[in-house]
């Protein structure tokens, strides 16, 4: 499942009245230090119409090593990078690495993922007839957790996905696994706004991750009514949503062929549900 999250660049000066830190590579234990001071402020600073811009703020905080990058922070509630890679480089989910950035959504129980992402494969292939890859469209694509899996099992996938910084991810995926051109298109748009675009291709499949809340109906008609593939496969992370939208997806014409959970939060009521769909 995706989630849409923040994705705002951050200002190559400081907003007016805002404070900014300066910040150096120091030594881990103080390193931490910091952060935890740094995040201390940000929780009770106040807002930032409450900060009065002051004139020796820079002084107050100098970085004294020109050969260090210092980092400027600022009061926002924008996500901040205090040290480390911009990326974070995850192996090993069914052959394929992924490069994850703070502020797109990637699922965090790896072993879980693994075997959700098995599961939506073997729901596209199955039945699938040999020969020609197949035409998949992936609808709440994020930065590729699906897609890219399912062109190395021999398709060729549309992936559709709004957040931006979901999609440079996943631009960066593609070229860490060394995906040929062609066989993985990227489109950045809100689902709803892409339908009328994709619709009036042929698809062997569709895969839909999309956010807790499910799929609006005029999504559910368009796939389902409009697109008609042959198979579906629908990621749910929210069963009161599924237990909604099922019966709308049967009365177009679908079957169940295979409705799996998957345990993605252990202890807790949160569970994934991989629901693999063939027209009647």
């Not at 892409?194 to 009036?200: F, K, S």
Request: net charge neutral; charged share 20%.
């Amino acid at each position: 499942m995706n989630r849409e999250s923040a994705n705002r660049r951050h200002p190559a000066t400081p907003p007016p009245g805002r404070r900014n830190l300066a910040f150096k590579t120091v030594k881990p234990v103080h390193l931490l230090l910091g952060q935890c001071l740094l995040v201390a402020w940000g929780l009770f600073a106040g807002t930032a119409a409450d900060l009065a811009p002051a004139a020796s703020e820079s002084s107050r905080f100098p970085c004294p090593d020109p050969e260090i990058a210092s980092y400027t922070a600022y009061h926002t509630r924008e996500t901040i990078r205090i040290d480390g890679h911009s990326h974070v480089k995850q192996d090993g989910i069914v052959d394929t690495s992924f490069l994850v950035s703070p502020t797109a959504f990637f699922q965090t129980n790896v072993g879980a993922a693994r075997a959700l992402v098995q599961l939506v494969i073997d729901g596209v292939l199955s039945g699938a007839p040999e020969g020609a890859p197949l035409r998949v469209l992936d609808l709440y694509a994020g930065s590729g957790l699906l897609s890219l899996p399912l062109v190395k099992a021999g398709a060729r996938v549309t992936a559709v996905e709004e957040n931006r910084q979901a999609m440079k991810d996943a631009e960066a995926n593609i070229r860490l696994n060394r995906i040929p051109g062609g066989l993985m298109r990227l489109i950045t748009s809100s689902v709803e706004d892409a339908l009328p675009r994709v619709t009036r291709d042929p698809w062997d499949a569709v895969v839909l991750d999309p956010p807790r809340l499910g799929c609006p109906p005029d999504v559910l008609d368009a796939v389902f009514n409009h697109i008609a593939p042959p198979r579906a496969v629908y990621v749910s992370c929210n069963p009161e949503a599924l237990a909604a939208e099922l019966p709308v997806i049967l009365n177009a014409g679908y079957r169940v062929t295979k409705i799996q959970p998957v345990d993605m939060f252990p202890h807790t009521d949160h569970i994934e549900t991989v629901v693999a769909l063939s027209r009647r």
